[in-house]
């Protein structure tokens, strides 16, 4: 593109242009991505930030694998952190191995070892796990993820019992050099393997069999008159969505150094399910998203009130009953808008819509916060901190504040919702851009 | 060895009466709206703090009567509000619906009740041991679970064979359409089962918390067990769910009581000593630790095998 | 404008004055954090841990605190998991808190010794000292001693040397039944006890050695049941929080009628759950005077303290004032609240605790040297009760320091 263009008769066919054009549009993202995870320990510089996007990193990886079951698979797995688990403790074992010179694994290819503890165990439980979809397969999950972590305390040498399986990174072999003893190292790490792995299910969606597993998703029957068995659809997709799962539980293995039975167990399972739909399932990103939002508000929420969990199970019904499509289906349905350039005037209703939403969810946090002080009595002087302030809760003040933020709220809501409705129909009609 | 034999029996009888009047709900539910309701065990723990609250201002046994009722009210609110909207998209979305409000029910109590478990007493006039029976006493509030769970069983038996109510709910586990045709309120139906499925269970939850403890993870220790109990006997089948009950029930018990180890039972199955040393960590562990893993164990076999469950008629 | 341009120049001058008068406010506080469960199956044991803890920092804030600045007690909460104490673990490193106080469970002590032994190794600048004020498997301050561990309560050989001192003496045991949490710890006094009894009572026969999954088991009667049929004459437990309050319950309910020689059979619950049932058979191995009878003064103002704050609660760890206070005088000591300069000071460190024991942090081994007490449950001249129920524990016996020492394997790195 940088030679002036020769007359046309002389031009080659202009194949590389359009494909080099071709490169940078449809993989823009791609690098956007790459170059956003390069850059963000600079733009972030406080000194916790840099484990919560680790932490975020292993949610990623994890959140992604798990939408390879249901949001492409239409399976519902009740345990998929076994094999989460599973491809961290061999990860961790064979970290150990190494640290003592038995095996020369540098800590760069440990998720490589997850990721195989990952697939073989898949491989494994899959063969009865898959036979059937639906709830039989539901079900089938949370037997095995029960199973695993009763198995856990009989089969001590692997799990490490009660306390774990700890390791080091500090003790393995170093592959050029490189050092893992950071917080910030580890980042570069994780975010090395997060883009490979987001890559990989990427492609593996594009591939013929990712897309015959939608097809399975959507019409099992129909995918069986056209010549795929579903049984084993179903079962390569499962192994596949092992072997990722496994890759994120060597990323947790090197960056906590410790792996214990909860790791597998059904809290861990039901910890991705909420991120995943909370991001939307119907899209590759939605689980980035899920994982994002979800680690974020664990590790913020926590810090502030006990009930962080109250908060994302009612943004997560609230996404099963309002907006199942979850939060990357919602940009999803903005699509029209945005190829018609028509997203500016959303901005205004939407603006307005979610600023009463915000007040009135603030009011709905401020009292579940009081009650909760009151019932169960946390200070004995009714003083509880609250959005920077403090506030006693044994006068009658700030309840009346918050009812009252609930009632502005909703009453704001009423109005304005309407009318940010209207304006996406608007926006969202088919055609030219309207003035 | 009698005397672990009988109080096995008897325990394991208690605890699987307990598991019935869970998994009753559970399947009574499942087999009318193809739901496998997530949250089940939740609203067992919501009946066993309410009838705690209850019990301290108006006693148990008014508290007994009072807290499935209000529960099972929660039920239908739940069913007609959430659930139903939730309907349209699928069982899979039932499923999530149901797990997220686990979810928000487990947190809520939280919120209320606070964290620590509570001292859910069992009450005074049953606080004593019924029978002592080599050596050991048998405490009488088991007895009383018993004599409750049975005629909990009796009751729903009847209330569905017996009474019209019951035979709509019937017809509309197979015939949803037609019933509805004749002119029934179906979907009203279904909240109605709904709600007296959680009304069960926060029965269940009222006799249970004494003896198993009121606690806020009491949902999760007992929700899988229950979930294992219903496929196995067979989604939609309330004899099955029985049996099943009463089989896991008794044979978790009695798993804990056996000090053999797995080796010993391996042995005496016929595999060869020698195998004890690739099978380490397994063959010196006692059969009551692995005790824990066996409903599971049961489940994928049973799925493996006949995943219509003992006495079930459908798979989904 | 108007408006805006008077909040203007309220908000400085009220920046000014906040600015002004912010030397005469006193520096911030030295935070120390506390890692135990505040949720889950054993919430009711960390929440009355945390209430211990804040108390005894209030006295040390009236006393004026240590370097002119008080101390304030951080809780962060691990329901007793490993995993989420390796996670709260960093959010205290990048809190900035170099002190971290934790004793539920000594599985998650292992994760927490192992965590902070690594973070120091890597991070000389940034240093946090771990203190274990009730995690008391053996190992932590032998094969897994390190240099920044310190444990502050007599760990699981100690005290099962002192409980089979006064286990020989009674003749009328043939039978021993040991049940435990299937953890590092319960695993320890298990191994603890075979041996002990093998040495000082070999006719003593072991009928029972049953481990049970921590925290999950409800009903007990199963194994009361095992324990009544093996024909057992008295049982040794290290159970704690909610499965001794369970054992308990179901002990008394299977009509189990025999010795229970116990570490934490006490307060949380237990007292309340063993009742009238237990006098006189339940005992208890612990590391202060129980305040009954005629207890020392300091620790029965002490107790009469607490117990206006929370009366539904008791000072069931006194360690924890012995802990605490012993950290504030290193720091005193050290002159700074530098993690490396601190850990000298407190290795070696002598105290006097509240009950007047004379106590010394070893410098082999990072473990406090102490008397162990033995005390009974029962109802009989109880002044200082537990659970408030008119239930409590009486002094039976005493192990002096230099007796109940015990050797260590401990190879401990020190830093250079």
Redesign the interface.
Known sequence: MKAAPAPAAARPLAVADVARAGVLRRHGVWLAAAGLLIVLPWVVRT??AV?IMNQMGIAIVFALSFNMLLGQG?M?SFGHAVYFGLGGFLAAHALNIAGRGGLYLPVPLLPLVGGLGGLAFAALFGT?ST??A???F???S???A??MA??S??????FG????I?T?R?KAPLLFGLEF??DRQVYYLIAFWVFVAAVAMYAFSRTPIGRIANAVRDNPERAEFVGYSQRRVRYISFCAAGLFAGVAGGLFALN???L?A??MG?NAS?AV??MT?IGGIGAFVGPVFGAIIFTFLQ?MLS?YT??W??Y???L??AT??WA?VGLAGLMMLHAPAWRGRRLGRLAGPYLVAGGLGLVAAAGVIGL?EM??TV??AES?TGLKRLFWTTVNVRTVMPWLVFTALVAAGALGLRWAGPRAATAFAEANRPGPAQP | MEQIVFFSILNGLVFGMLLFMLSSGLTLIFGMMGV?NFAHASFYMVGAYVAYTLGLRIGFWPALVLAPVLVGGLGALVERH?LR??HR?G???E???T???A??IE??V?????RPAKSYQVPAALDFPLFHVFGSAFPAYKAFMLVVAVAMFVFIFLILTRTRAGLIIQASLTHPGMVAMLGHNVPRVFMIVFGIGCGLAALAGVIAGPVLGTFPGMA?VLG?VV??VV?VGG?GSLSGAFVASLLIGVLQTFAVALNASVGNVLMGLGVPAGASAALH??WK?TVA??A??MP??L??VV??VR?AGLFGTR?? | MRTVSKLGMLAVVLALVGGLAAPAMPADPIKIAYIDP??GPFAATGENGLNQFKYAAEAINKAGGVLGRQIEIVPF?NKV???ES??QL??VI???IPFVFQGN???VA??IS??VQ?HN???AGNRVLYLNYSAVDPALTNEKCHYWHFRFDAHADMKMAALTDVIATNKAIKKMYIIGQ???FGKAVAEAAVSMLGKKRPDIQIVGNELH??GKVKDFSPYVQKIVASGADAVITGNWGADMVALAKAANDGGLKVPFYTYYAASDGVTAAIGAAGVDRIRLVHETHPGNPDAPKALGDYITGYRK?HPQNDVNQPRINTGLNMLVLAIKKAGTVDVDKVAQALEGLEYTTLGGDQVIMRREDHQLQMPIYISVHTNKNIKYDLDASGFGLSLESKVDRDKATQPSTCKMQRPS
Request: aromatic share 10%; no cysteine.
């Open positions: 000194g916790a484990p239409g519902l009865f036979s059937r639906g709830t039989v539901s079900m089938v949370l037997a095995v029960e199973l009763a198995s305390l009989i089969f001590d040498r692997f019992g009660e306390e774990g700890t080091n500090a003893t950071r906590y150094e410790i214990t909860e790791n059904l039901g399910l909420l739909y590790s810090d006990g009930m969990l109250l994302i199970g009612i997560f019904l099963v009953m199942p579940l009650v909760h019932l169960i004995s | 496998l959430g909207r939730v998209f069982h899979v979305a499923l999530i619906f797990f997220g409000v979810i928000v947190e809520i939280q919120l209320v009740w606070g999760q899988s979930f294992v496929v989604l960590d397994i562990v630790q692995v824990p893993i599971y164990l489940l994928v799925l493996m995943p798979e989904t | 505040l949720s909460d998991s490993p995993q390796l996670i960093k959010k990048g809190d900035g469970s000594s599985g292992h994760a192992d965590a690594k190794e890597r991070n299937d953890y590092s999954p921590i704050l």
